[in-house]
């Protein structure tokens, strides 16, 4: 959880709640009553995004309290202070998770690598030949290329597809992590495989957005279209 980008983002929901209530209906007619309503669907999402342990009836109570300008029932000091602990709590347990993953994945590409069909680079990456192509140019670092893709983590949850989008992407090859520069580079379009990219060759020990775990490795399914002159 990211306290820091949640306090703002709550803080700015008061200014534009102005009449929030706890009905279980209300009007959304006027400009004002559906940007509030956009207000409050912002913070959820947000809420939502980081994991926040909220309580929607205090969270409600503090914005009523500081629109209406009602007497502060709980002090800055101790609000400070569970702030604090909640984000202690959320760093205890992303810690383990970072954890987790990276026993996870380590385990899984020892293993992978036993299978006949996924050859292994220099520098740790794996790969499997799904489509091959005998004639044809690979791109080098500075081309842009033209992809399919389909990302998952090891237990097979999807983070991000193209495919899924049904909406090719178009990037330099040297624009990307560097699992995906290197096995771009020894493609030729029109192959596909699959790749088995270590923590250390993705993002490393961060976490580039909730669905990713830090020190996760990644998998992912590759269809070069086409290097973009």
């Not at 929030?20 to 559906?34: D, I, R």
């Not at 299978?115 to 499997?128: I, M, N, P």
Request: charged letters at 30%; aromatic letters at 6%; glycine letters at 8%.
């Amino acid at each position: 959880m990211k306290l820091n980008k949640l306090v703002p983002a709550i803080a700015l929901g008061t200014l534009l709640l102005a009449g929030c209530g706890q009905e279980e209906k209300v009007k959304l007619e006027t400009t004002a009553q559906k940007a509030s309503y956009g207000a409050g669907l912002n913070i959820g999402r947000q809420i939502e995004r980081e994991g926040a342990d909220i309580d929607l009836d205090a969270l409600v109570a503090g914005i009523r309290d500081s629109v209406s300008k009602a007497e502060q029932q709980v002090s800055d000091e101790d609000i400070q202070a569970a702030f604090m602990s909640l984000r202690e709590e959320a760093e205890r347990k992303q810690k383990a998770l970072d954890d987790e993953a990276a026993q996870a994945s380590e385990e899984f590409l020892a293993k992978n690598a036993e299978r006949e069909e996924v050859k292994v680079t220099d520098s740790g990456l794996q790969y499997e030949v799904l489509t091959s192509v005998e004639e044809g140019e690979s791109p080098a670092a500075t081309d842009t290329v033209r992809v399919h893709y389909h990302g998952t983590l090891i237990d097979g949850e999807v983070f991000d597809s193209s495919v899924q989008r049904g909406q090719p992407a178009e990037f330099p090859v040297n624009g990307v992590i560097r699992g995906w520069v290197e096995a771009l580079q020894m493609m030729k379009p029109g192959e596909k495989w699959k790749l088995f990219i270590p923590a250390e060759l993705a993002y490393g020990a961060r976490s580039p957005s909730p669905k990713i775990p830090a020190n996760s490795a990644l998998v992912f399914e590759v269809e070069l279209l086409e290097v973009v002159k």
